[in-house]
């Protein structure tokens, strides 16, 4: 169209900046390249500081466009670069040293973490140490426990087994209460009011024989007198007043089997539960014998109950034993 190509370039400029008609290569952009972590803050405001530093002196083309004229006045640009240089100096200064106190924090940080790993390293080493004492610890206890179980169940048959002699002992013995008691009388008196009463008001006529009569000092007050113990020489002669025993109905006067403290307990639990089950049942036959409770209903259904000794509490046998 008439236009030389040297007049089109000269017309719209070169990229490259400089004379037109002399081809040069573009300057290559500065690549910076940022470290991450704490550590690299210097570095990377060394690099920023290199930068900036260029970009300044121009050696750096920030927009690359058609040739400039330089000016001819560098002193503002010099005294600007100057000015720029120290700026980046003491934000370079300041990074440093937020650098140093970071670090100097990190390590003490890592130092007080390095301590509580060796603390908690510690604390469960006592742990483990401990443990295996509390365990050795259960174990003496499981087997003191065990030893303790064996005395105890001993103790019990013994106890039983001691609690059987002393009953026997006292298979003779009988206990009559609601007799009148005078001051300082004594045993010859407490016997001949027995032999009283077996020939009065029983209508026994027999010359009975006793080993020992006596006033229980601690018995309960019966009409404001204290039980009488007899011992008789004979058993027969002993079960055949407790046979007769019927015979001092309504007359105040009561006899009964005598046991030990222990036998003597679960037969008041038991003669409480027999009243609570005669109470409007008039057909329901009951009686106490030795340490158990025996019922028969109008059908001759027999039940049997025991008390246990740990609750207190009566318990319906089944097959001779109580329910589980």
């Known amino acids: 169209m008439g236009i030389e190509l040297q007049q089109y370039r000269g017309r719209i400029g070169s990229f490259a900046g400089g004379d037109p008609t002399r081809h040069t290569k573009r300057p290559k952009m500065a690549t910076i390249v940022i470290p991450s972590g704490t550590a690299g803050k210097v570095s990377m405001a060394i690099k920023l500081c290199l930068f900036i530093l260029l970009v300044v002196n121009g050696n750096v083309e920030r927009n690359p466009g058609p040739p400039k004229l330089r000016s001819t006045n560098s ?38 973490m390095d301590n509580m790993e060796d603390e908690l390293h510690e604390i469960q080493e006592n742990t483990d140490g401990n ?3 509390i365990n050795e610890l259960i174990d003496k206890q499981h087997n003191i426990q065990e030893k303790l179980d064996i ?33 300082n009388e004594s045993w010859s008196d407490s016997e ?32 404001g007198s204290k039980p009488i113990v007899v011992m008789f020489t004979k058993f027969k002669e002993r079960s055949l007043v407790m046979d007769n025993a019927y015979k001092l109905k309504n007359s105040g006067i009561t006899i009964g089997e005598d046991f030990s403290r222990r036998i003597r307990g679960i037969r008041s639990i038991l003669l409480g539960f027999r009243r609570s ?33 740990k609750s207190r509490k009566v318990e319906e046998l089944y097959n001779g034993q109580a329910p589980r």
């Open 75 to 112: 002193t503002d640009s010099q005294l600007a670069t100057k000015e720029d240089i120290l700026g980046i100096l003491e934000k370079l200064e300041v990074i440093i040293v937020d650098t140093k106190t970071m670090n100097n924090k990190l390590d003490r940080l890592q130092s007080r």
């Open 131 to 133: 443990t295996a004492k």
């Open 151 to 183: 005395l105890t169940n001993e103790n019990e048959k013994l106890m039983r087994e001691k609690d059987d002699l002393e009953n026997r002992s006292r298979r003779n013995n009988l206990v009559f209460y609601g007799i009148d008691q005078e001051t």
């Open 192 to 223: 001949e009011k027995v032999k009283e009463v077996l020939k009065t008001n029983m209508g026994l006529e027999q010359d009975f024989e006793f080993e020992r009569v006596h006033r229980v000092a601690n018995g309960p007050n019966v009409r």
């Open 277 to 309: 089950l005669l109470s409007g049942n008039e057909k329901l036959k009951a009686h106490v014998r030795y340490d158990k409770l025996i019922c028969i209903n109008e059908r001759g259904e027999k039940k049997v109950y025991k008390v246990n000794e």
